[in-house]
């Protein structure tokens, strides 16, 4: 049941650093509405749910806070180590198994993603809730399916 629990967390940690870093990028040559408008390019589950202005861009301010709590956790190597992973599109879920977090890296990464989930959660409406539970069953369904 951890290791469930842990490889969600660090999906949704791949994903947030993912989307985080390609709006960083983006940032720095252009102004927030084309950050916004560039990670919706992406397809993600969040440019389903009809998100506002408002909701889009306190989900920035939140994955933003995200990746500051993160850095915080990991080490200098292991900030490198994940970047130049996730620069390469490589590893997935399994990326974190490779960094050697410690007990304590787990548990407080566990907590940051919880938080941040909570956190985005609290911003949406019932039914874009609805549709998030949604396309969260299909990609469980889909790893199932694919550990098969």
Request: glycine share 0%.
């Given at each position: 049941m951890q290791l469930k629990n842990l490889s969600l967390i660090c999906g949704i940690l791949a994903l947030s650093l993912t989307v985080t870093s390609f709006a960083v990028k983006a940032e720095a040559n252009s102004s927030l509405p084309l950050v916004i408008a560039q990670s919706q390019e992406k397809g993600g589950v969040f440019q389903r749910l009809g998100l506002t202005d408002e909701q889009k861009t306190k989900i920035q301010e939140i994955r933003r806070s995200t990746r500051t709590e993160l850095d915080k956790i990991l080490t200098e190597q292991?900030?490198?180590q994940l970047k130049t992973t996730m620069q390469n599109r490589q590893g997935g879920r399994r990326v974190f198994d490779s960094?050697?977090?410690s007990d304590e890296q787990k548990n407080q990464?566990?907590?940051v993603?919880?938080?941040?989930?909570?956190q985005i959660e609290a911003l949406l409406t019932t039914e874009q809730k609805e549709q998030l539970q949604k396309h969260r069953e299909q990609m469980r369904a889909r790893?199932?399916?694919r550990n098969m």
């Open positions: 292991q900030r490198e960094l050697n977090l990464l566990r907590q993603m919880q938080s941040q989930k909570t790893r199932q399916q």
